[in-house]
């Protein structure tokens, strides 16, 4: 008798009943009909940066989260900063769409989610975050309430209806508790708003003074100096690190517009580009501010210096998701890694030197107030925060004794013509009296 079946046709038919199992499956993970969205279907991320003059080249990552699965975001959104992105009014403001409208539901509840921000990462891909602080707390969750659309007898179509509520975290003072606040869209648009500030321990600025002294001194002469500010970001073997400043421009403050010097008009620089020497020129009495900025009564430092990096590289993917969260991170001391020598200093993040034109005086200087030391040169010096100070000194000195003679002789020798004169009238009248007698 001719066997029907056979061991490889039996194999077959399991494959294809298994096939149709798992499309059955496949099926039923999705909506059952369609979801027709009640309002906003999508959450627009706002990012403000305050207290910043110069733009930056970097991206930010979202992600949205389901309650309970902190590994596989339901839904990205990403940030990117761009070298063309003009701080207006000293401030940087960049949004992005999450599209939520793709978000598939089987049932009828209340579905929560969160948002997991992954920070600002720069294009050397190293965390910029601590050179900027957040305003507030952002702590946003998102609430999709799905409902059945039923017929005219209440029963239930197996279509959906979804609307979006975005909620923020708000502290109240009174209570001393952190409450759900429901934000309310603006204009049809959900806005999950983040607001940072520069944060002052990772800028600096530079103020350099001029001074003359002794007797030869000229306090309205004006002294060229030649400033140049660089910077080197570091990598990732080193455990310094720093926000990528080439071509950023820093504002000059406290000189005179126009100056003149060796009979000709010059006008002072009011900006200073990173890489770029720039020569200024400073008279008795005058201090440079070079990379501090006041506006609108608040007065903030442009220039970003080293700071201790002490995580890892990122991982692209840990922890299998897609979404890189820092706080995953731990700390991992790394050996150190040279980047620049210069005069034997090994130098990091921003540097500056500061080198005053050859003269007739004695040059010296000071920087931050050490101990002068004779030359016209200020050796390449790391910025740090806060004010970084370069004193110059110049002395002319004349001789006193030379300079007493010259001054008084026309009077002695008019004293001397005088007393002689006297002296032989005084003479004369006597040898006068005696021919008389």
Not at 84 to 99: A, C, L, R
Not at 296 to 322: E, H, M, Q
Not at 365 to 372: Q, R, T
Not at 410 to 426: K, N
């Amino acid at each position: 008798m001719k066997r029907i079946f056979s061991i490889h046709n039996v194999f077959l038919m399991l494959v294809v009943v298994l096939i149709g199992v798992l499309s059955l499956n496949i099926k039923e993970a999705k909506a059952a009909g369609t979801v027709t969205w009640s309002g906003p279907n999508s959450i627009t991320i706002r990012e403000t940066i305050r207290n910043i003059a110069n733009p930056i080249v970097a991206s930010s990552e979202h992600g949205l989260f389901a309650s309970g699965d902190d590994t596989t975001p339901v839904s990205t959104a990403t940030i990117n900063y761009t070298a063309s992105d003009t701080p207006t009014n000293y401030q940087i403001t960049k949004s992005t769409t999450m599209d939520l409208s793709s978000l598939m539901f089987i049932k009828p509840g209340d579905y929560e989610y969160y948002f997991e921000p992954d920070g600002l990462i720069d294009s050397n891909d190293y965390s910029i975050d601590a050179y900027f602080d957040p305003e507030d707390d952002f702590n946003y969750f998102v609430v999709v309430q799905v409902r059945n659309v039923v017929d005219a007898n209440n029963v239930p179509t197996g279509n959906f209806t979804a609307s979006l509520i975005l909620y923020n975290t708000v502290y109240n003072e009174q209570t001393g508790e952190e409450e759900m606040v429901k934000i309310t869209p603006i204009s049809g648009v959900l806005y999950a708003n983040y607001d940072f500030e520069t944060n002052s321990t990772y800028f600096g600025h530079i103020e350099l003074s001029k001074t003359v002294k002794g007797i030869g001194a000229d306090t309205t002469e004006y002294f060229p100096v030649t400033i140049s500010i660089d910077n080197d970001p570091g990598d990732s073997e080193s455990d310094y690190r720093s926000i990528d400043s080439s071509g950023w421009t820093y504002p000059i403050s406290g000189l005179d517009a126009t100056v003149t010097y060796n009979g000709n008009t010059i006008n002072n620089p009011t900006t200073i580009t990173d890489g770029t020497p720039t020569t200024i020129y400073l008279k008795h009495g005058q201090t440079a501010i070079i990379g501090q900025v006041t506006s609108g009564g608040n007065t903030f430092d442009a220039i970003p210096v080293k700071r201790r990096y002490s995580i890892p590289p990122l991982d692209p993917n840990p922890g299998g998701g897609g979404i890189i969260i820092i706080k995953n991170y731990k700390a991992n001391p790394i050996t150190p890694k040279k980047m620049i020598n210069i005069n034997g200093d090994d130098l990091f993040g921003s540097y500056f030197t500061a080198v005053e034109t050859p003269g007739s005086y004695s040059p010296s200087y000071s920087i931050d107030g050490e101990a002068a030391e004779t030359g016209y040169s200020v050796p390449a010096t790391e910025i740090a925060s806060g004010t970084n100070t370069v004193d110059f000194y110049n002395t002319k000195e004349m001789s006193p004794v030379t300079g007493l003679i010259f001054t008084i002789l026309p009077y002695l020798i008019l004293a001397g013509i005088g007393i002689g004169g006297t002296l032989l009238i005084m003479h004369l009248k006597k040898e006068e009296r005696k021919v008389k007698e």
